[in-house]
C-alpha cells in the first residue's frame, strides 16, 4: 500500500529511543516519499529533532499514574493532529495501542504483545519476525522487516562488535574492537546545539585548544552498570595528565556520582584545571551538541552512550552488569568488559564485590580512549 503519512511511536526510555533509529531509518528508506513523524514522551522527544530520517516530532505529554490517566486524553490529541495514515508501533504496552486507536488512525501496526492484538489492524507475532542477533535495534528492525517496510539490512552493522576484555594485570596492547562507523550517523546535531554546547564549555573554561572527552559517570539503571566513582576519578585524572579536557555531563540525579568524582581528584591533589563539570547543568539538546563536540566519549551503558554514538562521537563504553550483545551502540564504539564469571547478570545493585567493574584498571581505560577510531585526529 502507498503511505501518505507515518507516525512512528517511539519507545519510552532514552537509550531505546536511540536504538529504534535504525529502524525508523529503514522506514524512512522504504517510503521515501512518505511523511515520517515520530511520538514520544515530551521529556525526551527532542531526541528526534536530530535525526536527519524523521520529518516531524510529536511529544506526548502522557505521565505514569493518575496523572497519565488524566494526560492520556492530550496524548490521544497529539496523536490525532498528526492525521497520520498508519501509526507503526515499536513500544509493546497495550496503553500505546490504545492510544493510537482512540485517535482514529486508521492502520495500526505492530507486535501482537500484552493483549492488545485486536487494537492492531497489522499484528505480527515474535516468532513471525526473524531477527539476526539479540541486539535491541534489531527487535525493531524485526519488526519493521515484517510489516514489510525495510529490505534486508547490513546484518553486519547490528552484530555485536569486538571487546577488549580488560582485568588487572591485563598489559595487553594496542586495544583490540575498535570499529569505525562508515554509514550515515543516525543523529546530526544542529549548529545553534553545537554552539550552545561550545559557549557553555567556554565559560566553563575549556580552552578550545585542548582535545574534549566526554565522561558520562551515571546510569538511571542502577548503581551495578557504573564504573565505580572512585576508579572513575581515577581515569579522569589521567585524561586530564594526557592532555585532554574532560567534560563531566549527566542528569541532576548524577550530580552526587560528579561531586564524588570531583572530591576524589581533590583529595588524590590531581589537577583539575582542564576538568569542566556540567552534569545537571544540560538539556538533551545541549547534550548532543556537546557530545557533538567530543573527539571521544567515556560511558558507562547509558543513553548518553548511544547518543555520543548514533552522533558517531568515538565511544568506548563500559560494560558490567548489562549485557553489551543486547545494548551495544550503534555507532563508532570499542566495548570496555571484565571477563568475570557473574556478568552478565542484569542487577540494579551489586550482591557482591562488582568485580565486573572493579577489576578494570582506570589506566588501561586511558590508554584505550587514545586508542580509540578517530580520537587521536
Not at 519476525?129 to 539490512?153: D, I, K, M, N, W
Not at 564504539?333 to 551489586?350: D, K, N, Q, Y
Request: hydrophobic fraction near 45%; glycine fraction near 8%; aromatic fraction near 4%.
Amino acid at each position: 500500500m502507498s503511505i501518505g503519512r507515518i507516525l512512528v511511536r517511539a519507545p519510552n526510555w532514552l537509550g531505546d529511543m536511540v536504538m529504534a533509529l535504525p529502524a525508523i531509518r529503514a522506514v524512512r528508506r522504504s517510503a521515501q516519499e512518505a511523511h515520517v513523524a515520530v511520538a514520544a514522551p515530551a521529556g525526551a522527544a527532542t531526541l528526534f529533532a536530530f535525526a536527519p530520517d524523521v520529518d516531524e516530532v510529536v511529544p506526548l505529554p502522557g505521565a505514569k499514574g493518575l496523572r497519565g490517566l488524566r494526560l492520556f486524553s492530550d496524548d490521544v490529541a497529539s496523536l490525532a493532529a498528526a492525521r497520520p495514515d498508519v501509526a507503526l508501533l515499536l513500544t509493546n504496552s497495550f496503553s500505546s495501542a490504545w492510544a493510537v486507536s482512540r485517535a482514529g488512525i486508521p492502520e495500526r501496526w505492530g507486535y501482537r504483545t500484552d493483549a492488545r492484538g485486536p487494537l492492531l489492524t497489522r499484528a505480527v507475532r515474535r516468532r513471525d519476525a526473524t531477527r539476526q542477533s539479540a541486539h535491541h535495534a534489531e527487535f525493531y528492525l524485526a519488526l519493521v522487516r515484517a510489516l514489510g517496510l525495510a529490505e534486508e539490512p547490513d546484518a553486519a552493522r547490528l552484530k555485536p562488535r569486538p571487546t577488549a576484555d580488560l582485568s588487572e594485570g591485563d598489559s595487553r596492547a594496542p586495544l583490540q574492537g575498535r570499529h569505525r562507523e562508515t554509514d550515515t550517523p543516525y543523529l546530526r546535531a544542529t549548529e545553534e546545539a553545537r554552539a550552545r554546547a561550545r559557549e557553555r564549555l567556554v565559560a566553563h573554561g575549556w580552552d578550545p585548544s585542548t582535545p574534549l572527552v566526554g565522561v558520562a559517570p551515571g546510569a538511571a539503571y542502577g548503581r551495578a552498570k557504573q564504573y565505580p566513582p572512585d576508579l572513575m576519578a581515577s581515569l579522569v585524572g589521567g585524561l586530564v595528565s594526557t592532555g585532554w579536557t574532560p567534560v563531566l555531563i549527566g542528569a541532576e540525579e548524577d550530580q552526587a556520582t560528579g561531586q564524588t568524582i570531583v572530591a576524589a581528584l581533590d583529595t588524590a591533589g590531581a589537577t583539575r584545571t582542564r576538568l569542566v563539570n556540567l552534569i545537571g547543568k544540560t538539556d538533551l539538546a545541549m547534550l548532543v551538541g556537546l557530545a557533538d563536540l567530543c573527539r571521544a566519549f567515556v560511558s558507562n551503558d547509558s543513553g548518553a552512550m548511544h547518543i555520543a554514538a548514533a552522533l558517531g562521537t568515538p565511544v568506548m563504553a563500559i560494560f558490567g552488569s548489562t549485557d553489551e550483545r543486547a545494548t551495544a551502540p550503534i555507532g563508532p564504539h570499542v566495548i570496555v568488559r571484565a571477563s568475570v564469571w557473574c556478568r552478565p547478570c542484569l542487577l540494579r545493585e551489586c550482591p557482591i564485590d562488582h568485580r565486573c567493574m572493579r577489576q578494570i584498571p582506570p589506566a588501561r581505560l586511558v590508554q584505550a580512549v587514545t586508542e580509540l577510531p578517530q580520537a587521536a585526529e
